[in-house]
């Protein structure tokens, strides 16, 4: 979830729950590397010959990352040993999309709960709603002739994943048992920390919320009452939950806890809201109104509870949860390795743009008003858009060309600085909105021609990466950079 955040760099640490630190690229990279091992050690144990330069890897990231965020993870994945044009980094919400679509006929549970075969046929429309443990993405798709898909609404959403419950339990249990206690808990027995959130875990996703009077067993470590009697001696647990909490709505037995169904209902709560707050305005949108289908993928998507409260904000639009919808990614992902052109077209996420001066205007831009070395007035620190947040590009396809001149007569350079903005119009590269994410020069030694000198700037979407090109409009001169997200 740190990578979560929106200003993250290649010195990203990532601490543990008893407070130690280590490099992010380090962690992930090991974790890659280990996962890489693995299969590599399956493979020849089953006697059978491939070599590694025949493998495609697929790394999945969730769709609502930052770019800086997707790089990192392409070179946490370089780092564990895999070639990087080999490796496909893709979107999690894309590579679900690919299982329900690509596949002749999967088997789908509709909106009234009944098992049929469903397929997604050219022109129709259809949100992919990927509830994972961290983040929740949500993005619309059309399909288009030739069974690609083309992105109509930019993915989005926020951490409101099935963490978030755990962090609700994590909560009740420390008003409980008192921050002192629960944190030396969690420092002291990670393995029993990681057991809790798995027996909640398998609770969450059969939990329906509907039957009355019922309450939710959850069994936890031993260890954390010991800590609690540490922490409070002579104090029975059953006056802290008193003293905090209901007893009729918390019961805590030896190793079990209990909770009334009001209880267990507002675990959920926060999680809950954001998501069918933020579905809600998705829906509203005019360019999702003709939406078909909700697809439910990811683990937290087979809890029954969340699967009710997108049915009461989706209306009459069928809801559609494929069998393991924990397993749609991964497997999605193995499509995606043999069709990683599936996604034609995606909405731009940031504005981009480059760095320069405009000529002083009276509209504005005299914010950084200065006179140039040939004595004109100048406005310095100007984004020049290339193109807008929310326009579709055509990946692998979509080009972008501006044409740019030299700062004064006598420059024997030109420096492209690229920006990204989470604004659609932003005027200077210094407002907040603004991050830089890439730079290159371009030699022009020859001055003759004094301030009529220029170059054609093209900006190319690949698939996951996005290219910078610049050409001398009279020498020919060329030169090209991939962006780099991380500075």
Same mark, same amino acid.
């Given at each position: 979830?740190?990578?979560?955040?929106?200003?993250?760099?290649?010195?990203?640490?990532?601490?543990?729950?008893?407070?130690?630190?280590?490099?992010?690229?380090?962690?992930?990279?090991?974790?890659?590397?280990?996962?890489?091992?693995?299969?590599?050690?399956?493979?020849?144990?089953?006697?059978?010959?491939? =070599?590694?330069?025949?493998?495609?890897?697929?790394?999945?990231?969730?769709?609502?990352?930052?770019?800086?965020?997707?790089?990192?993870?392409?070179?946490?994945?370089?780092?564990?040993?895999?070639?990087?044009? @080999?490796?496909?980094?893709?979107?999690?919400?894309?590579?679900?999309? &690919?299982?329900?679509?690509?596949?002749?006929?999967?088997?789908?549970?509709? !909106? /009234?709960?009944?098992?049929?075969?469903?397929?997604?046929?050219?022109?129709?429309?259809?949100?992919?709603? /990927?509830?994972?443990? %961290?983040?929740?993405?949500?993005?619309?798709?059309?399909?288009?002739?030739?069974?690609?898909?083309?992105?109509?609404?930019?993915?989005?959403?926020?951490?409101?994943?099935?963490?978030?419950?755990?962090?609700?339990?994590?909560?009740?249990?420390?008003?409980?048992?008192?921050?002192?206690?629960?944190?030396?808990?969690?420092? *002291?027995?990670?393995?029993? $920390?990681?057991?809790?959130?798995?027996?909640?875990?398998?609770?969450?996703?059969?939990?329906?919320?509907?039957?009355?009077?019922?309450?939710?067993?959850?069994?936890?470590?031993?260890?954390?009452?010991?800590?609690?009697?540490?922490? *409070?001696? !002579?104090?029975?647990?059953?006056?802290?939950?008193?003293?905090?909490?209901?007893?009729?709505?918390?019961?805590?037995?030896?190793?079990?806890?209990?909770?009334?169904?009001?209880?267990?209902?507002?675990?959920?709560? @926060?999680?809950?809201?954001?998501?069918?707050?933020? &579905?809600?305005?998705?829906?509203?949108?005019?360019?999702?109104?003709?939406?078909?289908?909700?697809?439910?993928?990811?683990?937290?998507?087979?809890?029954?509870?969340? @699967?009710?409260?997108?049915?009461?904000?989706?209306?009459?639009?069928?809801?559609?949860?494929?069998?393991?919808?924990?397993?749609?990614?991964?497997?999605?992902?193995? #499509?995606?390795?043999?069709? =990683?052109?599936?996604?034609?077209?995606?909405?731009?996420?940031?504005?981009?743009?480059?760095?320069?001066?405009?000529?002083?205007?009276?509209?504005?831009?005299?914010?950084?008003?200065? $006179? /140039?070395?040939?004595?004109? #007035?100048?406005?310095?620190?100007?984004?020049?858009?290339?193109?807008?947040?929310?326009?579709?590009?055509?990946?692998?396809?979509?080009?972008?060309?501006?044409?740019?001149?030299?700062?004064?007569?006598?420059?024997?350079?030109?420096?492209?600085?690229?920006?990204? +903005?989470?604004?659609?119009?932003?005027?200077?590269?210094?407002?907040?909105?603004?991050?830089?994410?890439?730079?290159?020069?371009?030699?022009?030694?020859?001055? +003759?021609?004094?301030?009529?000198?220029?170059?054609?700037?093209?900006?190319?979407?690949?698939?996951?990466?996005?290219?910078?090109?610049?050409? /001398?409009?009279?020498? %020919?001169?060329?030169?090209?950079?991939?962006?780099?997200?991380?500075?």
């Amino acid at each position: 979830m740190d990578l979560y955040k929106k200003h993250i760099n290649r010195d990203q640490m990532l601490k543990t729950s008893d407070g130690k630190e280590m490099s992010a690229v380090t962690v992930i990279s090991a974790v890659i590397a280990y996962l890489k091992g693995h299969l590599m050690d399956t493979i020849k144990n089953r006697a059978v010959d491939v =070599p590694e330069s025949e493998i495609r890897w697929v790394v999945t990231v969730p769709a609502i990352w930052t770019d800086p965020a997707k790089q990192m993870m392409r070179e946490a994945a370089e780092k564990a040993g895999i070639v990087r044009n @080999q490796l496909i980094l893709a979107l999690e919400p894309e590579t679900a999309s &690919m299982l329900c679509k690509h596949l002749p006929a999967v088997h789908l549970l509709s !909106g /009234d709960r009944t098992d049929k075969v469903e397929t997604f046929r050219s022109g129709s429309k259809y949100m992919v709603f /990927d509830a994972g443990g %961290g983040t929740i993405d949500i993005t619309v798709h059309e399909v288009l002739e030739g069974g690609f898909l083309k992105e109509i609404h930019a993915a989005n959403g926020g951490d409101w994943g099935g963490t978030k419950v755990d962090e609700a339990l994590e909560e009740l249990l420390e008003s409980i048992v008192g921050k002192a206690a629960f944190e030396h808990f969690r420092a *002291n027995d990670i393995p029993s $920390v990681i057991d809790l959130h798995r027996n909640f875990e398998v609770k969450k996703k059969t939990y329906t919320g509907k039957d009355v009077g019922t309450k939710t067993t959850l069994t936890v470590p031993h260890s954390l009452l010991e800590s609690f009697t540490a922490y *409070n001696p !002579g104090k029975p647990i059953a006056d802290a939950i008193e003293i905090n909490h209901c007893s009729t709505d918390v019961e805590w037995k030896r190793n079990k806890v209990r909770l009334s169904q009001k209880k267990t209902l507002s675990l959920f709560e @926060q999680s809950l809201k954001h998501i069918t707050d933020h &579905m809600s305005d998705i829906l509203s949108k005019p360019e999702v109104k003709d939406c078909e289908a909700i697809l439910m993928v990811g683990g937290y998507s087979e809890c029954p509870l969340l @699967q009710d409260a997108i049915r009461t904000v989706a209306g009459d639009i069928r809801l559609i949860v494929p069998s393991d919808a924990s397993l749609a990614v991964l497997k999605g992902a193995v #499509i995606n390795g043999h069709c =990683p052109d599936t996604v034609s077209e995606r909405i731009c996420k940031y504005t981009y743009g480059i760095h320069t001066r405009f000529s002083f205007r009276k509209d504005g831009y005299d914010k950084y008003r200065i $006179v /140039d070395e040939d004595g004109e #007035i100048q406005c310095e620190h100007c984004f020049s858009i290339l193109t807008k947040k929310g326009l579709p590009v055509k990946i692998g396809i979509s080009s972008i060309t501006k044409s740019f001149t030299v700062g004064y007569s006598g420059a024997k350079y030109i420096t492209f600085i690229m920006y990204a +903005s989470t604004a659609e119009n932003p005027k200077y590269v210094t407002d907040d909105s603004c991050q830089k994410i890439g730079e290159m020069t371009l030699q022009m030694p020859d001055t +003759s021609l004094g301030e009529y000198r220029g170059a054609n700037v093209t900006m190319y979407f690949g698939g996951s990466e996005i290219e910078l090109t610049a050409v /001398d409009i009279h020498t %020919g001169r060329k030169i090209s950079a991939c962006v780099d997200f991380l500075g």
